[in-house]
């Protein structure tokens, strides 16, 4: 019935767009590209490539945990209007598809950004011997781990796709974007030898995460043992037997801090504080940020610097 009613307002709304479009073709001259972009990674990734020649703009509303969106029927409107429409990947936005063959016309260039990652699967980060089936759950679909953007050479790829498509939509500006590309590129292999350098002198290897299972590419990309309280999706529910064995984990490894993610009370890693008596740290997942992160310039950049900072503190690196 949900994805009826989905349809249903795309084909409203593409009859409704049609209309608004006779009606502005009057309106011609020069203007910047107009790019609609789903999650912060992608947004930042792409205002970074357009500089001044697009107008990039963010699908989500600040501070909404995405994992459980789809479009309003004034999101599918955006869409349609602009030139181009640039998604993460199919795992994480599973309903892109459905807008975009209702939406997608002429114009419109829509930019897989994931094309080409590396994918992993959505293990869930359930200990292998704690019998918990719930944990290797992930409603994203064929049980693969969205959050590529947190492995740097995952981000890379994004990165050229989103400048290969935006040259192939603006040829005239084609060495603008790809120049502005590999530089960006190459502040992401500097994050990346940040991380490298950061973690190789820690006393421990392993993090726990009262939250959900967002950090596996980080954790596989430098060699950390990651155990998170609840599957791949934010609406996922935890279950007593996991959070008790995550408390268990923290005081036989003598762990003195649990992380908590963005956008999500941290509910389940309060609660494994109080009974390991660890310290609550914040690590960002930056699927999306809250909108006084987004008026104070946050960046994926600076919110991975202070994911690297925290992650120091909590694995207690030298």
């Known amino acids: 019935m949900k ?23 009057g309106a011609k001259g020069e203007k910047k590209l107009s790019v609609i972009t789903t999650l912060f990674p992608v947004y930042d990734f792409t205002r970074e490539i357009a500089g ?21 029927p004034e999101d599918i409107f955006r869409v349609s209007k602009a030139d181009i429409f640039i998604f993460t990947d199919k795992y994480m936005e599973p309903w892109a598809a459905d807008l975009v063959k209702v939406v997608g016309n002429g114009k419109l260039l829509v930019i897989d950004a994931g094309q080409g990652a590396k994918f992993l699967p959505a293990s869930g980060g359930a200990d292998e011997h704690d019998g918990e089936e719930g944990a290797h759950g992930h409603d994203h679909g064929e049980g693969m781990d969205p959050h590529i953007w947190l492995d740097f050479a995952n981000a890379q790829k994004m990165v050229d796709n989103i400048a290969g498509g935006m040259a192939a939509k603006d040829p005239a ?44 590419y980080l954790a596989n990309r430098y060699g950390l043992d990651y155990r998170a309280a609840y599957a791949a999706s934010a609406n996922a529910e935890p279950t007593p037997k996991r959070i008790a064995g995550l408390i268990n984990q923290m005081r036989s490894s003598g762990l003195k801090h649990i992380f908590y993610e963005e956008l999500i009370a941290p509910t389940v890693a309060d609660a494994i504080a109080r009974e390991s008596g660890a310290t609550l740290l914040k690590l960002h997942g930056a699927h999306n940020i809250a909108r006084d992160e987004l008026e104070a310039g946050a960046t ?14 909590g694995l207690q690196c030298r």
């Not at 009826?4 to 608004?20: D, E, G, K, P």
């Not at 994926?300 to 503190?313: D, G, Q």
């Open 173 to 216: 500006n084609r060495n603008y974007y790809l120049k502005r590309a590999a530089a960006y590129n190459k502040r992401l292999t500097a994050l990346d030898k940040k991380f490298t350098e950061g973690l190789s002198g820690c006393a421990t290897r392993r993090f726990l995460h009262g939250g959900h299972y967002a950090f596996g």
């Open 52 to 72: 001044e020649m697009a107008e990039v703009t963010l699908l989500l509303p600040p501070g909404m945990e995405p994992h459980g969106f789809e479009p309003k």
């Open 300 to 313: 994926f950049i600076s919110l991975m610097e202070k994911n690297l900072e925290n992650l120091k503190v």
């Open 3 to 25: 994805r009826m009613f989905f349809l249903v307002s795309l084909l409203f709304l593409l009859l409704f767009c049609v209309s608004c479009q006779k009606k502005d073709d």
